[in-house]
């Protein structure tokens, strides 16, 4: 299995990025997919997911303006970024996590806010 994300780049404060992670290979059940964010000098952190039933979570900081979506037929999790703050600059990482090969991380893609 692997994972391409894809989507990020530099985007002014109250920009928008959307970000796309597709898994290949020998798919099979899915649980939840999610994505992280680590920013330089901390720890990863849970952004948001989204379970098989469509039930999300969300960072408190992030609630309102990010949305988590998939599209089941093409194996895709989405983050849409909006009012995007320079509180936000971090390299986002997806991640898959199925119920028989356990979790899977996509290589990340690194998210500039800045004017």
């Known amino acids: 299995v692997q994972l391409q994300a894809s989507g990020g780049g530099l985007v002014q404060p109250g920009g928008s990025l959307r970000l796309s992670c597709a898994a290949s290979?020998?798919?099979?059940?899915?649980?939840?997919m999610g994505w992280y964010r680590q920013a330089p000098g901390k720890q990863r952190e849970l952004v948001a997911t989204i379970t098989n039933s469509d039930v999300t979570n969300y960072k408190d900081s992030v609630k309102g303006r990010f949305t988590i979506s998939k599209d089941n037929a093409k194996n895709t999790v989405y983050l849409q970024m909006n009012s995007l703050k320079p509180e936000d600059t971090a390299v986002y990482y997806c991640?898959?996590?199925?119920?028989?090969?356990?979790?899977?991380w996509g290589q990340g893609t690194l998210v500039t806010v800045s004017s």
């Open positions: 991640n898959f996590n199925f119920v028989i090969l356990g979790k899977f």
């Open positions: 290979g020998r798919i099979f059940s899915i649980k939840d």
